[in-house]
């Protein structure tokens, strides 16, 4: 069953992001993460298909690189 969750960021330009994304990549293979950063909360979105999206790794994830990011209700 595939899952989704959005967070907001402080993420704020591309390269930024690129690198958020590819620590994601590596720690997490079976996640799929974009960002929209023109949205106004600097958007990351991540899915899987397999299994369920550990909100807290991945907050702690980006917390260590540096980054803010917090859960957005659905």
């Known amino acids: ?3 989704v969750e ?3 960021t402080n ?3 591309a390269n930024q992001s690129d690198q958020v994304i590819q620590l994601l990549s590596e720690r ?3 996640y799929k ?4 950063l023109d949205d106004c909360d ?9 299994g369920v999206i550990n909100n807290a790794k991945i907050k ?4 260590s690189a540096g980054y803010f990011c917090q859960e957005l209700p659905d």
């Not at 958007?43 to 397999?50: D, G």
């Not at 702690?60 to 917390?63: D, E, G, M």
């Open 1 to 3: 069953m595939k899952q």
């Open 6 to 8: 959005i967070f907001k």
């Open 11 to 13: 993420i704020c330009n």
């Open 28 to 30: 997490f293979q079976e």
């Open 33 to 36: 993460a974009n960002f929209d």
């Open 42 to 50: 600097q958007i990351l979105r991540i899915e899987t298909a397999f």
């Open 60 to 63: 702690q994830l980006l917390a």
